[in-house]
């Protein structure tokens, strides 16, 4: 079993910043790409940032320049530094990860974490 733990939303202002954190745990063999996906009210979960174990990130449009992505592999942990917040960032932050477990290392799992709230007052 692997769990995804989320850390750091909360409330700010716009123009603020805010850096999430996700660590993974349990019975993990390997991580590939780890990412942040959001999803605000009345609205469909969307990509936001996601980074290669090798350390290739990719952006949502949105999001370019503002935020960034980084992962420590050593802490099985990805972050999401975001900064220059508006209030259309406002939304459940979710990590996702690729994993594999130690009973099937050749099994490739999709998983998430439970999500972090972020919002940005205006």
């Known amino acids: 079993q692997v769990q995804l733990v989320e850390s750091g939303g909360g409330l700010v202002q716009a123009g603020g910043s805010l850096r999430v954190s996700c660590t993974a745990s349990?019975?993990?063999?390997?991580?590939?790409?780890m990412g942040w996906y959001r999803q605000a009210p009345g609205k469909k979960r969307e990509l936001v940032a996601t980074?290669?174990?090798?350390?290739?990130?990719n952006y949502a449009d949105s999001v370019k320049g503002r935020f960034t992505i980084s992962r420590d592999n050593a802490k099985n942990t990805v972050y999401l530094q975001m900064n220059s917040l508006k209030p259309e960032d406002t939304a459940v932050y979710y990590c996702?990860?690729?994993?594999?477990?130690?009973?099937?290392?050749?099994?490739?799992?999709?998983?998430w974490g439970q999500g972090t709230q972020v919002t940005v007052s205006s």
């Open positions: 996702n990860a690729e994993v594999s477990v130690t009973i099937r290392p050749s099994v490739w799992y999709d998983s």
């Open positions: 349990g019975s993990i063999f390997s991580i590939n790409a």
């Open positions: 980074i290669t174990s090798g350390g290739s990130t």
